[in-house]
């Protein structure tokens, strides 16, 4: 079981968490849970480092920050212990849980679970503060924000648990943004590579990197609310708790529950640039994209439009892509500097964009996705200004202000919509 | 050089004291800090526990109260990084600090310095969390309350520094409270056992038990303030540190500067509590304190009147004594059970006193120092309601009232007025 910050947020709430915890373990299972810091804490925490100095060493960094987690993982086992629940904390030193040392970003190498084993085989249930680990040097390292999910499936896969139940703000993945399209409906399943994709354009239910680590490990996640009746986490403690949605292989969807299409995301992070009458000729594309890699910009949709012929021997064409928006600033530096080897004209950006994406493993063995977007979007007017496809997924940039109305219709056009 | 709270508390603060650790580290020294918790942060982490359980697992509490100290040595040695100073933290289970299992008040057993004496002599300042340890089974512990002194101390001992220097709220050690004497003067050495005695009777500058440590391990501790100008730590953080009090053997204070009397402390945490007509009887005395020892109450003086003879046979007698305000009712139950079994007829308590002490080891080879404190408190008509003595202390019970005038007029007796 994991927490996020906002059911650890103050003694009341990890009170529900540990009522939570005891249902589980009447219910007759081990349970490890793995906890996040209390809502607000770990920024109030990141603050005191940035304030302390801007190039902070990461290592101080983690010192500092994991201590968050430290608290939440004490304070659940003492409620555990006071609803006579037998239960102690486990410190990421302590279990261990080995990472490699690249600090504020560490990735986790093994989890030792001898000491755990025999904790819970003794009737014991284990709490892991989240998003830390500590290097073969002995030293304190976090994993990135979000880490928490991520710990919580690599305990999970240590420990060949039967599931990774993952409590947050919400209570399941859905076809779409419910507070766009209030038909939505909750999956009951969705595959990891469906959740990978909705992550990664914007469903923000899980950290990407934990739904990679359940993949490769083979963990079963299931995502539900901590909450009952407010989505928004400002409702009543959980009393029962609704199913959510099960993250799981390919194999355990049943043809007659797939759907062509599982869900469609959007994502309004997205800048688009575009440089005109770039020359031509082989290289030129490189001349763009090779120095933001290199920059260690993630360039996602790349459109090349058709040669315009001019007077001279060779033709020109305009290049459009997309950037994260946080990376903009940095990625028109590196493009005005590396203006004269790409010998483009001018230089146009645009934020005003969102990227739509449909994402369902049943396009695979179906024709015609694509083409029923571009009809459905057409229809309604909507310029289409980028498309990027992968096996099981079709993404379009448009018009920002057009991004309700586009998720609305396309939920429809696919039958997403709830009866 | 050991920071405590109010020195940690906010970034600006922690700035100002990696300003001063720079300013050793200059002078050519090899230095390790200890620090303490922000202010507040510490009552703040306790207060969730007791929030979690008013019966928490003390080994819990310990993972919750140690991440005080964790965050602002981590924060420190970014700090000092910063400003070109290196430096790294080491946490009590990264040293490690061992101490035994006693969780919420652990003795410190020993303190491997390998790791430490390597990182220093490659010029690297040491930054370590005060009040934290590690058992032998790999658990956190904390030392109890103010317990950072004490790993100051340890940490010197453990390196054999040269001298051991706690930054605190105030500049040093006064003969008495400059509260109550203006004239107060700031002494320039005083003994262990002087601190010692200074120390329990109520001037809080350092940890008793640190002070223990430090006479058992010979480490010169030096008493110095935070600040300048403001003794209640709201000052400017400190340009020039001026020189604080020498807590050393007896051996380093010599015949010239040494006082008959070093210093007049008062405490008003303490109740009377007397019995009357306890029969006068062989362990009859013994069965009044006895229990109380057994609930961990320390009686600290005792007076047991003339026997008066009444009708029968056997003689009875008043008995009065005092016990820490803190465990009076506690005290005041263990009696009341114990009714029958002392036979005394009624039991009366007040906490409106105040134990006023004078200290000192000149004493020792000097008569008449008690006279001089009942003359002087005879005269100006102040009560001495119990007395108790040591081989360089003696102290009376008074009316709380008169703890002001008492300390002024004993100040003045015995010529510890400044010029």
């Not at 969102?354 to 310029?383: C, D, E, P, Q, W």
């Not at 099981?392 to 429809?412: C, G, N, P, Q, Y």
Request: overall charge negative; proline content about 3%; some cysteine.
């Amino acid at each position: 079981m994991k927490f996020g910050g906002t059911s650890m947020a103050g003694i009341e709430r990890i009170r529900s968490v540990a009522a939570r915890v005891k249902r589980e373990v009447e219910a007759g299972h081990e349970v490890a849970v793995v906890v996040s810091a209390m809502a607000g804490e770990t920024d109030r925490l990141v603050g005191f480092c940035r304030e302390a100095s801007p190039l902070y060493d990461r290592a101080e960094y983690d010192v500092v920050v994991s201590a968050g987690e430290q608290v939440t993982s004490g304070l659940l086992a003492i409620a555990l212990q006071a609803i006579g629940v037998p239960a102690r904390s486990w410190l990421g030193w302590q279990l261990p849980v080995r990472t490699d040392d690249a600090h504020a970003k560490a990735r986790i190498g093994a989890i030792d679970t001898a000491a755990l084993d025999a904790s819970l085989s003794a009737g014991e249930v284990a709490v892991i503060p989240g998003f830390q680990g500590v290097t073969d040097g002995g030293r304190s390292t976090t994993l990135g924000r979000g880490g928490s999910d991520t710990s919580a499936v690599a305990v999970a896969a240590a420990m060949r648990a039967e599931r990774c139940d993952i409590y947050t703000d919400v209570d399941g993945v859905y076809t779409t943004d419910p507070r766009i399209v209030p038909r939505a409906r909750k999956l009951a399943k969705v595959t990891y590579e469906e959740m990978l994709e909705l992550a990664s354009v914007g469903a923000k239910v899980l950290q990407t990197r934990s739904v990679g680590l359940a993949m490769k490990e083979g963990v079963r996640v299931q995502v539900l609310s901590s909450f009952t009746g407010a989505p928004d986490g400002e409702g009543a403690p959980m009393a029962d708790t609704l199913p959510g949605t099960m993250i799981v292989g390919e194999e355990e969807v049943d043809d007659m529950e797939r759907q062509l299409i599982t869900g469609i995301a959007h994502d309004k992070n997205e800048a688009k640039i575009t440089l005109t009458q770039v020359p031509d000729r082989p290289g030129a594309v490189a001349s763009i994209f090779a120095p933001l890699a290199d920059t260690g910009i993630n360039v996602d949709m790349i459109i090349q439009n058709v040669a315009h012929i001019h007077d001279g021997a060779t033709g020109s064409t305009d290049v459009t892509f997309t950037v994260p928006a946080a990376d903009l600033a940095r990625s028109l530096d590196v493009l005005e500097q590396g203006r004269a080897a790409i010998g483009y004209e001018r230089m146009v950006h645009d934020t005003r964009v969102a990227k739509i994406s449909v994402v369902g493993v049943g396009m695979r063995s179906h024709a015609g996705v694509a083409a029923t977007m571009f009809t459905t979007l057409g229809a309604r007017g909507i310029n289409v200004q980028a498309i990027s496809t992968s096996e099981i997924k079709v993404s379009v940039l448009i018009d920002e202000d057009e991004t309700e109305l586009a998720v609305r219709v396309l939920h429809t056009a696919y039958g997403l919509d709830a009866a």
